[in-house]
Each structure stands twice: as structure tokens, then as C-alpha cells.
């Protein structure tokens, strides 16, 4: 692509180049509306955030026997 670029006469060049920037002016444009138009949308609500819960729960399991045994009760 560079070859063929080099190889034009500089008023070919410069219609070249005008044609890549509004390309590429088109191009941002349209991916800005796509952003503006994504951040407007309504979200649907029936979605919910997540909540985290401990992912190790410690049981507090009471032994009364072990404590019989050493007389605590």
C-alpha cells in the first residue's frame, strides 16, 4: 500500500489522504454514536447485582460430651 501511495502524482496523494481522513472522521463518528446511543438505552430491571457471602462459613459445632468430660458444664 505504501508502494502505491509513493507511487502517486502529489495531487493524486493529496486527494488521497482527504479521502483517508474523512474515513476515518466518518468511522469515529459512527463509533461515537454507537457509544452515545448504547449509554442511552434503558436497561432492562430485572437484573440485579450480585452479593458476595463468605465463601468458607465456620461451624461452631459445641460438643457437650467433650465438655462433660472435663467438667465445664
Not at 486527494?15 to 432492562?44: D, H, N, T
Request: hydrophobic share 45%; charged share 25%.
Amino acid at each position: 500500500m505504501k508502494r502505491f501511495v509513493r507511487e502517486l502524482n502529489p495531487a493524486d496523494r493529496k486527494k488521497w489522504r482527504k479521502w483517508q481522513a474523512w474515513w476515518i472522521c466518518f468511522y469515529a463518528v459512527l463509533v461515537a454514536a454507537l457509544i452515545g446511543i448504547g449509554s442511552l438505552v434503558p436497561r432492562s430491571g430485572d437484573t440485579e447485582l450480585a452479593q458476595s457471602t463468605p465463601t468458607v462459613q465456620q461451624h461452631v459445632v459445641e460438643r457437650p460430651e467433650v465438655s462433660a468430660r472435663i467438667g465445664l458444664k
